[in-house]
């Protein structure tokens, strides 16, 4: 009751009941051992501890993914340069086999690795704590309730240490696939760029009508070709007009075939060999006086009606040649497969390279009905544009095969200039 206290009784000890040790101060045991649950504590302590720092590690991982992910978007996000002098240095630093991905600071297949590893550390660790508390605890002396419990939390601890290791292999997999996902479609849309680039450069742009572009043949093969992607209705009359530029010998070749089953010749124009052109339907045979083999833009036209099998040539504009009972009375039969460039002995195919057409052509037009020699004129000095109205040179109606390839073409009279 005293305010002050006599001097040396400022520390009191207070003696304890014996079922409450257990919760107080540690009794000493015999030989100077710590008892079970006292150990018991100081493990869970220290395995809390680990996990502590492994919440540490894990979370110190996860940033790091979470950097190398941010990495990768802004990587994606990056706008490809523009502008020629931009599209000189890509192309300069595509031919130098420079990595168009960027430097990453580090591999992130590296960093995974590491991060695996220390995982695995850690998981050792756990391993080595459960064997050392194996050894120096007695379990027979711990209460059954501490020893279920503690296999419960190191069964836990294992388990979640499987899962974030699994979790980190599958991230690690994930953003090595990302990456070369990555480094791919970056590599293909600037070949893709580059490719438009130097099209761009040779001017092989898009058209500035549909109708002007021709067909190039530069080689004689039995593979380069064009094709009509429309078919013919029945005819009993037509005329075929064409722009052409060859100087192939001996002869041009065929710039066009018309096969139909059960005739491959139905109509077909060709010069082969030292043969003069000839104009060919249902298989039977007119000569026709033109001569275009001189490297020269020239304009043709063949007209011909069933009506007697009459047929006229013009060329330049001018009628050459005319004759008549050329399959007199054969309609032309419909559905056949259009080809320029390739003479067909099967419907659409069984080219022969000897008769393959080497050179330009363009504006290769048909109508169903045979035209006057003044419209003929008018086309041949461009004065009129009449696209065919069976089939029209128009560029989504004619695809090209093999190698053969569509430009821009020279204008009608850049074309009337070169005769």
């Known amino acids: 009751g005293d305010s002050e206290s006599p001097p040396g009784s400022r520390f009191v000890c207070t003696s304890l009941p014996l079922d409450a040790a257990g919760a107080g101060c540690p009794v000493p045991m015999q030989g100077g051992a710590l008892p079970p649950e006292e150990e018991l504590r100081a493990t869970v302590l220290q395995l809390r501890e680990t996990v502590l720092q492994q919440k540490e590690t894990i979370g110190s991982q996860r940033d790091a993914i979470r950097e190398l992910t941010g990495k990768l978007s802004r990587c994606e996000g990056a706008g490809g340069p523009d502008g020629k ?11 130098k086999g420079k990595d168009t991905m960027g430097d990453l600071p580090r591999d992130p297949a590296q960093v995974i690795d590491q991060l695996s590893r220390t995982m695995q550390t850690l998981k050792d660790r756990l391993e080595s704590l459960e064997h050392q508390l194996r050894a120096n605890v007695s379990y027979a002396a711990l209460p059954p309730e501490l020893r279920e419990m503690l296999q419960r939390r190191l069964g836990d601890l294992e388990r979640q240490l499987l899962s974030k290791v699994a979790e980190l292999e599958d991230e690690k997999s994930l953003l090595h696939n990302e ?5 791919q479609k970056t590599e293909t849309a600037l070949n893709a760029l580059l490719e438009r680039v130097s099209e761009l450069e040779k001017g092989n742009s898009a058209f500035k009508s549909p109708d002007e572009f021709k067909v190039s043949l530069p080689l004689r093969t039995n593979y380069l070709y064009g094709k009509i992607k429309k078919t013919l209705p029945e005819l009993y009359a037509f005329t075929v007009c064409l722009w052409l530029r060859s100087s192939a010998s001996p002869g041009i070749g065929t710039p066009f075939s018309y096969a139909v089953p059960g005739q491959a010749n139905e109509i077909v124009l060709i010069e082969w060999g030292n043969n003069p052109i000839e104009l060919l339907i249902n298989d039977k045979v007119a000569q026709l006086p033109l001569f275009v083999s001189d490297g020269k833009w020239h304009h043709i036209c063949v007209t011909w009606t069933t009506r007697d099998g009459m047929w006229e040539a013009f060329q330049d504009g001018e009628k050459l040649g005319t004759g008549e009972n050329l399959a007199p009375w054969h309609p032309i039969k419909p559905g056949g497969v259009l080809i320029l460039g390739q003479e067909q002995d099967t419907v659409g195919g069984r080219f022969d390279a000897t ?29 009129t544009n009449m696209p065919g109205n069976i089939i029209p040179w128009v560029d989504n109606n004619v695809d090209v095969f093999g190698g053969a390839t569509k430009w821009p073409v020279e204008t009608c009279e850049e ?3 070169d005769l």
């Open 85 to 95: 002098g931009a599209t000189a240095a890509w192309r300069k630093e595509l031919s």
């Open 179 to 183: 990456t070369s996902a990555h480094r």
């Open 355 to 383: 008769q393959a057409f080497v050179g330009e052509m363009s504006q290769f037009n048909i109508w169903d009905r045979v035209l006057k020699a003044e419209d003929i004129m008018n086309i041949a000095n461009c004065s």
């Open 415 to 417: 074309r009337l200039l």
